[in-house]
């Protein structure tokens, strides 16, 4: 009976509301429990009088999941397994995986794709995380039976007992199997029965979590690493083990509560830690996060509650996953009791975001002390940790971001996160460390009270303050003071800035002034031993420390209203030293003395202008005037000046970096400036070098003789494996393809998959041994020459030597047997029933054609492998080359001093390293390494480019070429040096050119690649240093010198933009901070085509992050600002450039609460109207797709083969489509197609998939170029038929797209087909937009026209799965179209046109879209056309070309004014707004418009009363946020001035507030003339009605709104003026409130004119309207009716009306138009008369 109510009550609970559910699904969870079989405990945790209990997860609602259809795992959206590749980035799509618990079927698609039989069931990995759902539905308390090897305690939790291993051999682990359908549903693998040693093995790993030593142990740590090795194994006992755990932990939870704290902590950090690696997915994800939510909820400090907490810690960094889990969090009732970090970390989490600055913290729960004090008694020998864990107590604080994770007792185990930013957390303390080991030793307190002090400032926040500070007395007692003072000041304040004051606060409440005092000594003694320690260049983490010093410094002191005394350090004595040293010392000392002086405005005493304060300012304001002092510093100085609201023109430099005297007798403060540089690696003695390398090279070498080389290194072609094809060798002699001359055809195939299987492990192998190799003997022959250029090339000759030599040795045997088992197997597969004699011939085939081929194969291995070492090399070199070109910035000779000391001791003359360079007979040795690359024909000619650098291309011809482009390139230099006065001969910058035109002389005598990007380097980093110098043209000339050396270097026939470009970002985004942000080099190079636009965007995206580097947010506000603002300087940037880089600026900017970086906030309003398409910035929206598929269409780095593999599967397709087999819409075709994809292996990854797209829009466009071609050479050929040969590809390339968005993903699956759609229409961008740049003139639309119409109407085909996504479908392409808008793709605006145009577009957009959606999209669009026309319309420059647009955009007009009105009535603003004040007829059609289901009254009817009309009381719809354009202060003014008339000012500044310059033509602004216009008429309507009345000639007069139309019509000039009445008349439309007020405001103008010139320019406004063909708004028509018709206005007495008989014939017959000819007549003679 009780089992019917509780189905029934089951049944209901779906339909009730979700507290009510809960309830039900509680009681039933419990009743099944009491219903349960009696269980055993797990040994040793309980004694045995547990509540009788059985393994049940019924109380989850039964779920069944469906089957993953089509497409599932293509990862461009929705999530994926965890341990798959993909795509970085696509955040999960939780949707509503929370709010709709009854339909988890769709929230967790089955992973499981191996036996799938879809086509698509591997399309890449899904990325990220996946939903979680049910997770409202149930209380799960009665879960789960199994055992966990707990270690056996008494009942009093913190007493200790040592466990017998005996225990693990308990019968209990046997006794609570489950039934075998319990945990099905969560995991399908745990539905079995796991056998006796299974359930052993996973019982004695747990044991070992909870042992203590000397019994055997393992970390939380080591056993997720295990699970995890565990869950993807390919052993089956390990992932039965893998199983049995899980099971086993997720039975056991109702446990929990019985469990001692200390086990209980660790089960939860375990707990937490499944969650965190993601060991769990779908279902089982779901109830591991229920469980945690569940103990949460219950009381705060309550057993449950710190386990939930431990849990919920240890996967604090996937909260972002999870938005609505971190919902049900924050909505507990004590949540706001949480840890403070993790009510940040749920906080963001809502917004699926981590908080921009990691929040540090440990949680202290009764367990983790239980464990600190267990792992204190247990007297562990000390070792440092593994990376990645952190020793004792901090187990679940170890992804922190800020170093809280060190602990005090372990100074060795600091260990950080390996995934973040170097910045943040590389700040290590060893120099404080070795420094205080080497004082006298403080009295260490007992390692239990150091735990303790470590939680008390792991815990420490505002609201706990005075508990922790009686705390701290209780604990440490006096003569331990010292210590804690130490510890203090070492290991917290030094590298958390971030608690300053809250440590300050700290002293503050202690009220201990003795220890302040040992605070403060402890300070001093650090920022002393940090001031005096090495100052090596990249020694970063001592200057991070000294800053966060001295801002702790000046937080104690000044900010106290306490002096910093001279005794204890001499501010501006250690700027002066550092002056003197040079620049490294002043990368210390500036940045600290600023942030000790920031602290002086928190100061009563200390503030400016205290004169302590501005003597130290006034040498930094000296320091700042010096021309080569770094940026990075002067922008110190500057912020520094803003924090301390000081103008730094305003301070009073003085001369005391001069003054001699006080350097005499200056006590060093910093250490003497070191002359030896950081020592490399002891070399081992260089006789062993020799003598173990040289010989065994020879010994292997000649082993194996090598047959004869046949090429020369330039021969063969590495990139792909297409560059095989050309050399093969096929005998024609050979029996077997005499008679069977189609195998010919598998040779190539077998060579290429011999070689496909040998090159990586090949090269792999080669590099390894040869490298260590090559690096010992280059280093240790050059360890005494200066100059870097020489080591490295000699680096590259020799290991081109030794490599080629490995691999030969390494491959040839093996690829001998490859090829003829390869070609075996392909005759064997041909020729299927072959006879004895057959075979005997493919045997002779083979082995002939191996040997033949052998070499061939070898030769591209070997040069794969030399290609891949060049870049190894110059890494493991790098820092060699970095200290050559220091010491030469520092104005030194580099030599290493040990290795000079070793040679002058031990090494006899003959043979003795000399300084300066190597000996030319060493030098030779290299010269022979670069002559005999082994296996390959010698070469005499070393200037040829040795081809890992320079295009493998263009080798044959390259050298005449570049020798020409670089000698041109030094006779402009030349020019350019004789051109500089003499008197500015030795300024720096002249001197630079000179040493410029040195290299380029070095690169042209050498002609490789190396030296060309030693060139390039020089130039990059001279640009990057160039600051404004005394001469502004010299600085001029500098530029254009280093930029003429770059654009050189790119040239086509040197080497080539990609290379250039690339190089030259590298050297942007890898050169040092202090020149990284020159604004104007960088904008400089970026203008002139040479940054790769995508890799420097998401670097600059990255080095901001998230609002803390200051400088990098600075300096990408100003580029921004500069490229996509001010005028729009350089054309070729588009937002799409600056995408990751605009989106990081908008993200800082709404986290930044208020305390955004000053100009932030307007800039980024600036740039959200300019650009509405990029609106939509969720990191992995469709909108981020788009653009990152068209940043990845310029990627040429692809995988050897792919294009090839593109290029077949394309032409398969082709063929597939056009057969007639293809099947309805070609599904058939489609699907054997896809089978092909896989077994290409092109849907294995995102990248892969992305870099098909690419290459298949390549070749089609490649196609129509080829066939348009024809056409020019043969204009005979019919172009119907070479536009069908064109359409005969791209139609079948634009079906495959189209079926692959429609079967992407599940049916119901949206997300994953529109992130597709949108990826693919980025890519064809991408490649458009790359076409244009290249070929401009030449560039066709044909091809990209066709891909866009095709798709189009493909994806709206009347189809339920297209309808689905159809609005979607049209963002992307509104999107396609805005990016792709004629000011930026001039040579596609037919193309353009004809598609915005097109019937289903307009249809689609305008009339299907439900509730106007699709309006603002294609307003924008117009708007784009209107944009791009302006200035051609405005000059009247119509050439040809802009006729057929500008009739083409009539004809669009025309159309939608007679099917859309409405829709130019809405957004006639936005469009009036952009098109020029002379285009009448544009702007009429426009106006022209009104709403379908008004009917117009005729305004020529006799004695029309317009204000008696229905709908003039009715305002119009305008769509166009016209008030955006207006700066907030005048917003502001104007607003006042309409309410209270003032500022009094207001009126007198309107016209300045609305000009811009004195250009006639150019003066105002046209845009704010126009809002202000409406904003004031829309004002005075409102206030008008508001006082009862309407609009009229009477009730607009003697108002704030019309003093400033009158105003307006007076004080402009006639320019002002005419744009002003303009504005007016764009109002004068159909009847409506609008129409009728502004109507009345143009006559009343009239009216009130006090002069004629008002009154004319009236008339011209509304004339000009009227003489052009029809149509003519209504309300022009009315206005200019009443203003001829009616004698009040006197029109006809006027002089320019009778000024000429002409004038005044035109007037007659508008006159005779508007009212009739008898009218008209009466009207002028009645005038007359009177």
């Not at 204190?376 to 994770?405: D, E, M, R, W, Y």
């Not at 990075?632 to 023109?649: P, R, T």
């Not at 054609?849 to 290609?867: W, Y």
């Not at 915005?1396 to 879209?1409: C, G, N, P």
């Amino acid at each position: 009976m009780n089992a019917i109510w509780l189905t029934t009550l089951l049944l209901c609970s779906r339909s009730v509301s979700q507290e009510l559910s809960e309830t039900i699904l509680t009681m039933v969870a419990n009743c099944s429990n009491v219903m349960n079989k009696a269980r055993q405990p797990p040994p040793g945790v309980m004694p045995k009088g547990r509540p009788p209990s059985a393994s049940s997860l019924d109380a989850i609602s039964p779920v069944q999941i469906d089957s993953l259809a089509g497409m599932a795992s293509l990862s461009l959206g929705g999530s994926a397994a965890p341990h798959t590749q993909s795509m970085q980035g696509f955040p999960p799509n939780l949707g509503s995986a929370f709010s709709t618990p009854q339909s988890p079927a769709k929230a967790f698609p089955p992973l499981s794709t191996q036996n799938q039989t879809t086509g698509f069931s591997g399309i890449g990995g899904l990325s990220s995380q996946l939903p979680v759902g049910g997770l409202t539905t149930g209380s799960l308390t009665g879960i789960g039976t199994g055992a966990l090897g707990l270690p056996a305690v008494n009942n009093d939790a913190f007493v200790q007992r040592k466990l017998s291993t005996s225990g693990l051999n308990q019968p209990t682990f046997q006794q609570s199997k489950m039934k075998p359908s319990d945990l099905s549903q969560v995991w399908p693998e745990a539905n079995q029965h796991f056998s006796k040693e299974i359930d052993d093995e996973a019982n004695s790993y747990f044991q070992r979590i909870y042992n203590h030593p000397p019994h055997p142990t393992m970390s939380v740590d080591e056993v997720l690493e295990m699970l995890q090795r565990f869950k993807d194994s390919n052993i089956k006992r390990e992932r039965e083990v893998f199983n049995c755990m899980l099971r086993n932990l997720f039975e056991e939870y109702r446990f929990f509560p019985q469990y001692p704290d200390k086990e209980l902590h660790i089960t939860a950090c375990l707990f937490g830690g499944i969650i965190e690696k993601g060991l769990v997915t779908y279902m089982a994800l779901g109830l591991a996060l229920r469980y945690v939510l569940e103990a949460l909820r219950k009381p705060f400090a309550s057993k449950m509650y710190y386990f939930g907490i431990a849990a919920l810690d240890r996967f604090k960094n996937r909260l972002k996953d999870y938005p609505q889990y971190c919902q049900h969090l924050a909505s507990i009732s004590h949540f706001i009791q949480f840890p403070h970090h993790l009510q940040e970390y749920i906080e963001y989490g809502q917004q699926s975001r981590d908080p921009p600055v990691k929040m540090q913290g440990s949680i202290t729960t009764p367990g983790s002390i239980a464990l600190a004090q267990a792992q204190a008694q247990a007297q562990v020998p000390a070792k440092a940790p593994l990376a990645g864990q952190v020793s004792t107590i901090v187990t679940t604080s170890t992804t922190t971001t800020v170093a809280k994770t060190i602990t005090i007792t372990r100074p060795t185990g600091v260990s950080f996160k390996k995934d973040v930013p170097p910045s943040i957390n590389t700040t290590n303390i060893d120099t404080l460390l070795v420094a205080t080991d080497q004082t006298e030793r403080i009295v260490e307190p007992p390692e239990n009270v150091q735990e303790k002090i470590a939680f008390i400032f792991n815990n420490l926040s505002q609201s706990n303050m005075t508990q922790k500070v009686e705390e701290l007395k209780e604990t440490v007692k006096e003569e331990f003071m010292p210590w804690v003072s130490q510890y203090l000041v070492m290991k917290r304040v030094s590298i958390e800035p971030n608690f300053h004051s809250l440590y300050s606060n700290f002293l503050d409440t202690l009220k201990n002034p003795e220890f302040n005092k040992m605070v403060l000594n402890e300070t001093y003694r650090n920022i002393k031993v940090l001031l005096t320690s090495d100052k090596a260049a990249a020694n970063f983490s001592d200057r991070s420390l000294l800053k966060n010093l001295g801002h702790w410094l000046g937080m104690i002191t000044l900010a106290k209203n306490k002096p910093i005394l001279h005794t204890d350090l001499d501010v501006k004595s250690l700027l002066l030293e550092a002056y003197v040293k040079g620049q490294q010392e002043l990368l210390y000392v500036v940045p600290f003395v600023a942030k000790v002086l920031e602290s002086s405005v928190r100061s009563v005493v200390f503030r400016p202008p205290n004169p302590w304060t501005m003597a130290i300012m006034n040498v930094l304001a000296e320091l700042h005037q010096e021309h080569d002092l770094k940026l990075n510093l002067k922008f110190e100085i500057e912020v520094l000046c803003k924090n301390l609201a000081l103008d730094i023109n305003e301070l009073k430099p003085g001369s005391l970096l001069k003054d001699k005297d006080r350097l005499k007798n200056l006590d060093e403060q910093l250490s003497a400036p070191k002359k030896d540089v950081k020592q490399p690696e002891e070399l081992p003695p260089i006789t062993t070098t020799t003598a173990s390398t040289t010989p065994a090279t020879s010994t292997t070498c000649t082993a194996t003789v090598p047959p004869q080389p046949q090429y020369s290194y330039h021969d063969i072609n590495v990139y792909s494996l297409g560059g095989l094809a050309p050399h093969i060798t096929l005998n024609p002699t050979i029996p077997l393809f005499q008679a069977h001359p189609q195998l010919k055809q598998c040779v190539r195939q077998a060579i290429e998959r011999a070689v496909q299987e040998l090159v990586h492990p090949v090269v792999d192998r080669s590099i390894k041994i040869a490298m260590t190799t090559c690096e010992q003997i280059v280093r240790k022959d050059f360890a005494l020459d200066s100059e870097e250029s020489r080591m490295r090339v000699a680096a590259h000759h020799m290991m081109r030597n030794l490599t080629a030599g490995m691999a030969m040795i390494t491959c040839r045997e093996p690829l001998l047997m490859s090829i003829a088992t390869n070609l075996k197997n392909s005759f064997a597969t041909a020729l299927r029933a072959a006879s004895p004699q057959q075979r005997d011939m493919m045997e002779q085939a083979a082995a002939q054609l191996a040997q033949d081929n052998c070499e061939l194969a070898c030769c591209f291995i070997q040069k794969t492998a030399v290609e891949k070492a060049g870049p190894e090399m110059d890494k493991r070199l790098a820092t060699e080359f970095e200290l050559r070109k220091h010491a030469r910035q520092e104005g030194r000779r580099y030599c290493d001093p040990v290795v000079l000391t070793y040679q002058a001791e031990r090494m006899p003359e003959q043979i003795r390293l000399k300084v300066g360079g190597v000996d030319p007979k060493q030098l030779a040795v290299y010269e022979e390494f670069a002559r005999n690359v082994p296996g390959f024909l010698p070469t005499n000619d070393l200037t040829q480019p040795t081809g890992f650098l320079a295009q493998p291309m263009k080798q044959a011809w390259a050298t005449d070429d570049v020798a020409q482009i670089y000698d041109k390139c030094m006779t402009e230099l030349e020019q350019h040096l004789q051109s500089i006065p003499h008197t500015l001969a030795m300024n720096p910058q002249a001197q630079a050119l000179r040493s410029l035109l040195e290299a380029v002389v070095v690169a042209r005598n050498s002609r490789d690649a190396i030296a060309a990007l030693g060139l390039l380097q020089k130039a990059v980093e001279g640009l990057l240093d160039a600051t404004s110098g005394a001469d502004a043209d010299l600085l001029l000339r500098y530029r254009e010198c280093h930029l003429l050396v770059l654009k050189a270097l790119q040239d086509g026939r040197a080497y080539g933009s990609p290379w250039c470009n690339k190089q030259i970002t590298r050297c942007l985004i890898e050169c040092r901070d202090e020149y990284k942000y020159n604004v104007e080099a960088v904008e400089l190079l970026i203008r002139n085509h040479l940054v790769n636009m995508q890799q420097y965007d998401l670097h600059l995206a990255q080095s901001m992050e998230n609002g803390l580097n200051y400088m990098a947010v600075a300096f990408a506000m100003q580029l921004v600002k500069i490229l996509l603002v001010d005028e729009r300087s350089v054309a070729h940037v588009t937002e799409a450039d600056l995408f990751h880089t605009i989106e990081t600026l908008m993200r800082i900017n709404a986290h930044s609460r208020g305390n955004a970086p000053e100009g932030l906030p307007q800039l980024m309003e600036v740039v959200r109207s300019n650009y509405e398409a990029m609106i939509d910035r969720a990191h992995g929206g469709p909108n981020f797709m788009m653009h990152s598929g068209i940043s990845q269409a310029s990627e040429y780095d692809d995988p050897p083969g792919l294009r090839e593999k593109a290029e077949y599967l394309l032409r398969e397709w082709v063929n597939l489509y056009h057969s007639a087999a293809a099947g309805r819409d070609s599904t058939k075709a489609f699907s054997a197609f896809v089978g092909q994809m896989h077994q290409q292996g092109i849907l294995k990854t995102d990248d892969l998939i992305t870099r098909f797209f690419r290459l298949c829009t390549e070749m089609c466009v490649e196609i129509s170029y080829r066939a348009q071609a024809e056409q020019q050479h043969n204009p005979a050929a019919n172009p119907t038929m070479i536009r069908a040969k064109c359409y005969h590809n791209l139609d079948a390339f634009v079906r495959l797209i189209a079926l692959l968005v429609k079967h992407s993903g599940e049916a119901t699956n949206t997300v994953t087909k529109i992130n597709l759609l949108n990826k693919v229409l980025g890519i064809v961008v991408g490649v458009l937009l790359q076409d244009h740049d290249v070929r401009q003139s030449e560039f066709q639309q044909l091809p990209y026209h066709r891909i866009f119409i095709m798709l189009l109407l493909e994806l709206n085909a009347p189809e339920h799965v297209l309808e689905t996504i159809n609005f979607q479908t049209l963002t992307a392409f509104c999107n396609t179209f805005h990016i792709l808008r004629p000011t930026k793709a001039p040579g596609f605006v037919y193309a353009w046109l004809e598609l915005i145009s097109h019937r289903i577009f307009i249809a689609r957009m305008l009339a299907h879209t439900p509730q106007q959606k699709g309006w603002p999209m294609y307003a924008q669009l117009l708007i784009d056309l209107f944009k791009y026309l302006a200035p051609f319309l405005r000059n009247v420059e119509l050439t040809k070309p802009m006729q057929i647009l500008y009739k083409g955009t009539l004809r669009v007009l025309l159309v939608l004014l007679h099917d859309f009105p409405e829709f130019l009535c809405d957004y006639h603003y936005g469009f009036c707004d952009v098109i020029p004040p002379n285009c009448i007829q544009l702007r009429n059609l426009i106006l022209s418009a009104f709403p379908r289901n008004m009917r117009l009254p005729d305004p020529f009817t006799p004695n029309l009363k317009v204000d008696m009309l229905s709908e003039i009381n009715i305002a119009p719809r305008i769509l166009t946020n016209f008030t955006g354009v207006m700066p907030p202060q005048f917003k502001k003014d104007l607003d006042s001035y309409l309410k209270t008339r003032s500022p009094v000012t207001f009126l007198s500044d309107l016209r300045s507030n609305l000009q811009v310059s004195n250009e006639p033509g150019n003066r105002y602004n046209i845009q704010l003339i126009n809002a202000l216009v409406l904003y004031v008429g829309t004002q005075a309507i409102a206030h008008i009605h508001n006082k009862g009345s309407t609009p009229s000639m009477s009730t607009i007069t003697h108002s704030a709104h019309m003093d400033i139309f009158q105003n307006l019509a007076v004080d402009l000039d006639t320019e002002g003026r005419y744009l002003f009445l303009n504005a007016i008349a764009n109002q004068l439309r159909y009847p409506n409130s609008h129409t009728h007020y502004f109507s009345c405001t143009m006559l009343y103008l009239f009216a009130e004119a006090n002069t004629e010139a008002i009154q004319e320019q009236i008339t011209r406004v509304l004339l000009e309207r009227l003489i052009v063909n029809r149509p003519h708004p209504w309300g022009l028509l009315i206005t200019f009716i009443e203003l001829i018709k009616n004698p009040a206005f006197k029109f006809w007495n006027h002089e320019f009306v009778h000024c000429a008989p002409e004038i005044e014939k035109l007037f007659q017959s508008v006159a005779q138009c508007c009212m009739g000819q008898k009218q008209a007549q009466q009207v002028m003679e009645g005038t007359g008369a009177s």
